[in-house]
């Protein structure tokens, strides 16, 4: 954060303000009299509530965008199957009439094989030769995190700090 913004000098005020507050009139710190005065005397709770209100009106356009991307996203797929499907029409009718290479003036297609894949599947890989089969080892973070949290060392990892973050509270 920027020290020297208008927000950080209100911020200032209000600290400064809150402890002499504080100790001329032996207020407690949550005492409602106090937020009061504080609340009169400057004005960086109005210019937090607001930031929290744009903050909340940003959540609303994201939701909004993220409903579009996924719309969008469903419409990408429908035209890239008919697509697809075309193409396929295509390959079928270009076999059937025995033609390799389709060409004007803005394209040319030509017929041709495509690779050859792996067809079939077992119900047990481990009764396939071990050349052919595949083994991978992965971190258990759960059974870390669990571990750490009742004390114990796993190298390589450490609990981090929480950090603060805000919750609505209504």
């Known amino acids: 954060m920027n020290a020297h913004s208008p927000l950080a000098a209100e911020a200032d005020r ?13 207020l407690d710190e949550d005492d409602q009299a106090l937020l009061d005065t504080l609340d009169g005397a400057t004005d960086i709770v109005d210019q937090l509530a607001a930031m929290l209100r744009r903050a909340r009106e940003l959540d609303r356009f994201a939701e909004v965008v993220y409903a579009e991307m996924k719309e969008l996203g469903t419409r990408k797929a429908k035209l890239e199957e008919k697509a697809d ?3 396929r029409i295509v390959v079928y009718f270009m076999g059937l009439i025995g033609r390799k290479r389709i060409e004007t003036p803005e394209f040319a297609y030509v017929l041709a094989n ?10 047990d890989a481990s009764t ?3 050349r052919f089969q595949r083994v991978k080892v992965t971190e258990d973070r759960k059974a870390i995190l669990a571990a750490l949290k009742a004390g114990e060392e796993v190298p390589g990892y450490s609990l981090s700090n929480g950090s ?7």
Request: hydrophobic content about 35%; overall charge positive; glycine content about 8%.
């Open 14 to 26: 209000y600290r400064i303000l809150r402890a002499d507050l504080i100790s001329t009139h032996g």
């Open 164 to 170: 603060q973050h805000l919750r609505s509270a209504t």
């Open 114 to 123: 495509g690779q050859r894949s792996l067809v079939g599947a077992t119900e």
């Open 128 to 130: 396939l030769p071990e």
């Open 85 to 87: 499907r075309l193409r």
